[in-house]
């Protein structure tokens, strides 16, 4: 057995009011928050386990997600996401809470963060999307420029079928996954996860029509915040200049080479580094 499927072994599974949660390690509590929206936590797994020597991380799977319970009326919301998650501090029994933020979790972060900055240590975000709805609109502009014609074509064809109901979502995201990364080697170390289709309309209309959060940014203009963005990230560490920086001045941008969006996946070795001498506030 490799060290890396002892440690999957050495999970604690609970079920924090419907959150399927994941648990290992002793330490500073780091809330790790994943994509989509829809998407699930396996998808940090095994990648970010080595930060279990020194710090408690606790994984879920947010409403509808993974294994968690679903809403019986679908009405999946941003506000809801921030409330599960102020939820799940609450059964963790702690004050403050460090999060971990990849892609849309790195939205839920700050929300959460500007709604509840007095339960939060420090910011770690990665393939980070911006503080306004702007951000989702500029990566769904800068994939669809990368996608290749043929890609393009398919993706058009497989959306027609997926409306019938002839194809999956997983079919779709087969085609799409390659843009996600720098290298598409990378790609054989991402597990395999689910994404709720009916969690990502919801929440992506919501964001489309409600995210922003430029008047709200003061209320944690005292929290850490680190951002790992990849160089050939959807949305470059260029463009994540205007998206976030200029309106979170005090947030530290730090650029990882030859990486995509699926940071965790592509560089593991680098995030790990990059977010222990962040969190570790003894070293």
């Known amino acids: 057995m490799t060290n890396q499927q002892k440690d999957l072994v050495n999970f604690h599974t609970v079920n924090c009011q419907g959150l399927h949660t994941n648990i290992i390690g002793e330490g500073e509590v780091i809330v790790f928050l994943h994509g989509g929206p829809g998407s699930?936590?396996?998808?940090?797994?095994?990648?970010?386990?080595p930060l279990s020597q020194r710090f408690k991380l606790v994984f879920y799977d947010q409403r509808g997600c993974g294994k968690s319970e679903t809403l019986k009326n679908t009405q999946y919301s941003m506000k809801d996401e921030v409330e599960a998650l102020e939820l799940l501090r609450k059964e963790l029994d702690v004050e403050k809470i460090n999060l971990f933020g990849e892609s849309w979790g790195s939205m839920l972060a700050l929300l959460y963060a500007t709604s509840y900055p007095e339960r939060v240590n420090r910011i770690f975000l990665t393939a980070v999307i911006g503080v306004t709805a702007e951000g989702f609109t500029t990566f769904?502009?800068?994939?669809?420029?990368?996608?290749?014609?043929?890609?393009?074509?398919?993706?058009?064809?497989?959306?027609?079928?997926?409306k019938r109901g002839d194809t999956t979502i997983e079919e779709i995201l087969g085609v799409l996954d390659r843009y996600y990364v720098y290298s598409e080697e990378s790609l054989k170390r991402k597990k395999k996860t689910t994404i709720n289709t009916t969690v990502n309309d919801a929440i992506g209309k919501d964001i489309m029509e409600n995210y922003d959060l430029t008047m709200k940014l003061d209320k944690i203009s005292n929290i850490p915040i680190l951002i790992a963005q990849g160089s050939h990230d959807i949305l470059t560490p260029?463009?994540?200049?205007?998206?976030?920086?200029?309106?979170?001045?005090?947030?530290?941008?730090?650029?990882?080479?030859?990486?995509?969006?699926?940071?965790?996946?592509?560089?593991?070795?680098?995030?790990?580094?990059?977010?222990i001498d962040f969190f570790d506030t003894s070293l």
Request: negative net charge; charged residues 35%; aromatic residues 6%.
């Open 40 to 49: 699930e936590h396996r998808f940090f797994l095994p990648h970010v386990l």
């Open 238 to 275: 260029n463009l994540v200049k205007g998206l976030l920086l200029e309106h979170i001045p005090h947030a530290v941008l730090i650029e990882v080479e030859e990486c995509g969006h699926w940071t965790v996946v592509e560089k593991p070795i680098e995030i790990n580094k990059i977010a």
């Open 140 to 162: 769904s502009e800068e994939l669809e420029k990368r996608l290749s014609e043929e890609d393009k074509i398919k993706l058009s064809i497989l959306e027609e079928k997926y």
